[in-house]
Every structure is written in C-alpha cells, then in structure tokens.
C-alpha cells in the first residue's frame, strides 16, 4: 500500500480559535476515529500558526541562515496533516474529501515516494 499526505491548508491569518467550534472538533474527531478503524492512520499532526514557523536556508559558503515565518511567501499554508496508507489515489482522495468536509478548508493529496 502506498502512503500520502492529506494536508489541510489554512490562510495565513487562521486563529483556530475563532475558526474552530464544537461541531468542527467533533467532525475531526470522528474522522480520525473512521480513519483509525480503517487502519489507514500512520500518523496526525496539527501546527501551530504559520507565524511560529521557522526557515533555514543554506548559504554558498555552508552558513545556515535561520529566519523567522514560513518558508515560502504565501497566502496560505499548511495548518495540518495526515500521514494515511491507502491501496490507490482513489481511496487517499476518499479520505481528503472526508478532510475537506470535517476542517471546511481546501485540502491537498500527495503520495509519498
């Protein structure tokens, strides 16, 4: 079976606590708990806002160079994930539907080399 990503994205000025109610915490709840008696869960992350991020670049002459935010200048970002096992793309974007629904905000699906 292959793995995939299934990422929620967030804009950048997501505050989960305004964006996020009851009704939301038990849509995830449920689906993480679909998930898992699928067995499809390898692992599940929420992040914190983008603005805790950190980025580190590598300079020509080997320096890391750390900086404060994303990675990239965006209008949204990834705000968190699922690692799931799936036996095709179909059954991934079965579950990123699911994701869509449950976070009400846009979802990518990728699968892992």
């Not at 989960?16 to 449920?30: K, N, Q, T």
């Not at 002459?61 to 949204?76: F, L, S, W």
Request: net charge negative; glycine share 8%.
């Amino acid at each position: 079976m292959t793995q995939y990503l299934v990422a929620i994205h967030h804009p950048d000025d997501y505050d989960p606590f305004v964006a996020e109610d009851a009704a939301m915490d038990r849509d995830i709840d449920a689906l993480n708990a679909e998930m898992q008696a699928a067995g499809a869960t390898i692992f599940v992350g929420g992040l914190k806002p983008v603005a805790s991020a950190k980025s580190l670049r590598a300079k020509a002459n080997g320096e890391i160079v750390v900086t404060d935010g994303p990675y990239t200048e965006a209008k949204e970002h990834i705000g968190g994930f699922w690692v799931l096992e799936a036996a095709n793309l179909d059954e991934a974007l079965a579950w990123g539907r699911k994701a869509a629904i449950a976070c009400r905000a846009p979802v990518e699906v990728r699968p892992f080399h």
